[in-house]
Antibody, heavy 123, light 106 residues
Framework: LQMQESGPGLVKPSETLSLTCSVSGIAITTNSYYWGWIRQPPGKGLEWIGA???????NYAPSLNSGVTISVDTSKNQFSLKLSSVTAADTAVYYC????????????????WGQGTTVTVSS | DIQLTQSPSFLSASVGDRVTIACRAS??????LGWYQQKPGKVPRLLIYGASTLQSGVPSRFSGGGSGTEFTLTISSLQPEDFATYYCQHLNSLFTFGPGTKLDIK
């Protein structure tokens, strides 16, 4: 199983950040998993952004809720992140990761991560 | 929203030491807690889920405990490769991370 983030490394303030996570080795439609996004600003800790399962609705961190959209593209075995109206505070390494579902919205951890992609917000 | 805090923020220890890192939840979360290790420039690694279940492949010197609002990660005998930053994560509904504990060599 591999996960790989892709997208622009530079985004202008007020624009929309769009990233894609390509999943190989397992079908994204498998019901046992959640597919999530996490970010890490330079020199800081991990921040959970949101997650989605194939069969359920996405859930988002309350602090980012109004500007975040996570969706799944089953035809490409990918899921994506859109973050609108970005500012310099959104500069970070963005990771996609797989969460193992025990029940609906309950995980046994996030066990597989992409390598991360650096996104800089600057004009 | 449930908030996670960790203590200490920084910890200096020596190879062979036993260390414990604490994670506190702002309200009870049962045993829905995980622990991760992250080394500089590397991807986070899942160590423990369900508060105390060791992820496959993780050395047995790592152990987790607690339930409700108080949780711990213990490393029984520090090895050189264990010096890293450790994060706890809530594993029910909103998968918030704690702020991290940096463990470095004394």
């Amino acid at each position: 199983l591999q996960m790989q983030e892709s997208g622009p490394g530079l985004v202008k303030p007020s624009e929309t950040l769009s990233l894609t996570c390509s999943v190989s080795g397992i079908a994204i439609t498998t019901n046992s998993y959640y597919w999530g996004w996490i970010r890490q600003p330079p020199g800081k800790g991990l921040e959970w952004i949101g997650a989605i399962s194939y069969s359920g609705s996405p859930n988002y961190a309350p602090s980012l809720n109004s500007g975040v959209t996570i969706s799944v593209d089953t035809s490409k075995n990918q899921f994506s992140l859109k973050l609108s109206s970005v500012t310099a505070a959104d500069t970070a390494v963005y990771y996609c990761a797989r969460g193992i579902a025990i029940f609906s919205m309950v995980l046994a951890g996030m066990d597989v991560w992409g390598q991360g992609t650096t996104v800089t917000v600057s004009s | 929203d449930i908030q996670l805090t960790q203590s200490p923020s920084f910890l200096s220890a020596s190879v062979g030491d036993r260390v414990t890192i604490a994670c506190r939840a702002s309200q009870g979360i049962g045993n829905f807690l995980g622990w991760y290790q992250q080394k500089p420039g590397k991807v986070p690694r899942l160590l423990i889920y369900g508060a105390s279940t060791l992820q496959s492949g993780v050395p047995s010197r790592f152990s987790g405990g607690g339930s409700g609002t108080e949780f711990t990660l213990t490393i029984s005998s520090l090895q050189p490769e264990d010096f890293a930053t450790y994060y706890c994560q809530h594993l029910n509904s909103l998968f918030t991370f704690g702020p991290g504990t940096k463990l470095d060599i004394k």
